[in-house]
Structure formats: structure tokens, C-alpha cells
């Protein structure tokens, strides 16, 4: 079963899947239009996942989420990223490990125009795709789920901060 069945999985909550190639964060050569061909069609997600070994990647918009990346290597030893990711923490909302930081996953009920970065190492994920786990990074370093809960609704406080 394997990426199929977790793909599966998240099309069950109602995530909008696509496959990227095998120990990578890019999207499948077959895709047609990459990102845009996410989708919650249960026979697609079984063509695509046919191949175990593919990544698998989250439409994050058409999930209608969105996404604090946080990256140590270019926190800069910044306290207002430790402040911001405990602060994030503190939500109890969905959290996945990257090789080098965490995704934190939010729920938004309405489009937004949200900033691209709030600070050195903390990116906002909002359009395009992020890579979910049982995938493997290029690294080979596997990304898992820290937090198994559905996404919180963004916080007012948050929200201020990451829009325009």
C-alpha cells in the first residue's frame, strides 16, 4: 500500500494530493500542470501511487491551508523565531518534521494574500505545494508527522502577522 495508501489518506481529509518524483521535492514528470493537478479523485490518486516509491506532495490552497515553514539553518539564532515556533506549538495544530525544521499547518476558510516570509527561516506555504510525510527528502531524511491533529483555524494573532 505504501504512498498510495497514505495519499489515499490525505485525499480523505479532504487534502488534494499529487506525486512528486522518488526522494524529491519536485513534482512528477507525468503532471501535466504540476501543482495544479492536486486532486482529492480516488482512481487518479491509484494510477499515480501505482509507483511506491514516489514523494507526495499537499495542494495547499485548494486544501484550503496554509503553511509556517521553519527552517533552522536560516533562523540566524533569531529569538523571535524560537518565540514564533513556540508560539505555533502552542496552537496544537497539525505539525509535520522536515529535514531542518517543521511545517506547521493551518486551516483557512477564505483565500488570503498572505506575505511570503515572515522572518529569516520562517517561510509562508500558501500557494504551490509542501512535501508530506512518509516522503523522503533529497537528503534521505524521511519527513514525519509530529502532531496527528486536524489543522486549527489561523489564529487572529498569526493572521495579522502573515498578511497583507
Known sequence: MGE???ATEYAQKGWFVLPLKKQ???????LRHGYLDATLDQEQIDKWFADQELNIGLGISQSSLVV??????NACRDPK???LL???FKCNTHVVATHDGYHIYFYV????QFKGKLMSGV??????YVVLP???????????????VAPVDLPEDLMKLMTW
Open 4 to 6: 498510495r495508501m497514505n
Open 24 to 30: 524529491s521535492k519536485e513534482p512528477a514528470r507525468f
Open 68 to 73: 509556517l515553514d521553519f527552517d533552522f539553518r
Open 81 to 83: 523565531f524560537y518565540d
Open 86 to 88: 513556540d508560539r505555533c
Open 109 to 112: 476558510a477564505k483565500p488570503m
Open 123 to 128: 517561510d509562508i506555504k500558501h500557494k504551490g
Open 134 to 148: 512518509p516522503s523522503i527528502h533529497p537528503s534521505g531524511t524521511p519527513y514525519k508527522i509530529v502532531n496527528d
